[in-house]
T-cell receptor, first 114, second 112 residues
Framework: ETGVTQTPRHLVMGMTNKKSLKCEQH?????MYWYKQSAKKPLELMFV???????ENNSVPSRFSPECPNSSHLFLHLHTLQPEDSALYLC?????????????FGQGTRLTVV | SQQGEEDPQALSIQEGENATMNCSYK?????LQWYRQNSGRGLVHLIL?????REKHSGRLRVTLDTSKKSSSLLITASRAADTASYFC????????????FGGGTRVLVKP
């Protein structure tokens, strides 16, 4: 266990559904990240939160909406997704400002859009 | 193209053999990290090497860094079937806003 927990582990949703992915860490980290991992593609950074403030949005479509209510929790709200959004969504956390940006990852949510 | 690019994309070896994979990057870095991912799971941090270091060891892992060539290598010695996984390098540098940028990974299969 890395200390980062993601739920659910698997999710199948229709294109008209609304769902949310949850990430929780109790490592005391102040930075949290959402990554998308598609087959045969490098890990894509989606969003970065530092001290609950969004500091990065890598041109992610608005059908993905992140929320960070506190430094320990991160959500990714999904609505009207497309089949090409099917992927493994990974959450990570790290402690910025320490010089070593080791990231701790959750186990991921395998999302299938039908 | 990606900041970190691994080579080869896939590697198949027998148990007990060594596995070597390489990572090249384009811009200056603060550090370079290697991660491991079992199929469909999250990434696990293996080792970090700073830009002023040339070699680092951790158990059966040996990492080298050549900043003049902008490249790093990961060597797994005496491989085991349990080492079967994908291995990713990630760079942390000012050009990327001090965020980790991952390469496409090397898929390693260790046959028993």
């Amino acid at each position: 266990e890395t200390g980062v927990t993601q739920t659910p582990r698997h999710l199948v949703m229709g294109m008209t559904n609304k769902k949310s992915l949850k990430c929780e860490q109790h490592l005391g980290h102040n930075a949290m990240y959402w990554y998308k991992q598609s087959a045969k593609k490098p890990l894509e950074l989606m969003f970065v939160y530092n001290f609950k403030e969004q500091t990065e949005n890598n041109s992610v479509p608005s059908r993905f909406s992140p929320e960070c209510p506190n430094s320990s929790h991160l959500f990714l709200h999904l609505h009207t997704l497309q089949p090409e959004d099917s992927a493994l969504y990974l959450c990570a956390s790290s402690q910025p400002g320490t010089g070593d940006t080791e990231a701790f990852f959750g186990q991921g949510t395998r999302l299938t859009v039908v | 193209s990606q900041q970190g690019e691994e080579d080869p994309q896939a590697l198949s070896i027998q148990e007990g053999e060594n596995a070597t994979m390489n990572c090249s990057y384009k811009t200056s870095i603060n550090n370079l990290q290697w991660y491991r991912q079992n199929s469909g799971r999250g990434l696990v941090h293996l080792i970090l090497i700073r830009s002023n270091e040339r070699e680092k060891h951790s158990g059966r892992l040996r990492v080298t860094l050549d900043t003049s060539k902008k490249s790093s290598s990961l060597l797994i010695t005496a491989s085991r079937a349990a080492d079967t996984a994908s291995y990713f390098c990630a760079t942390d540098g000012k050009a990327a806003g001090n965020k980790l940028t991952f390469g496409g990974g090397t898929r390693v299969l260790v046959k028993p």
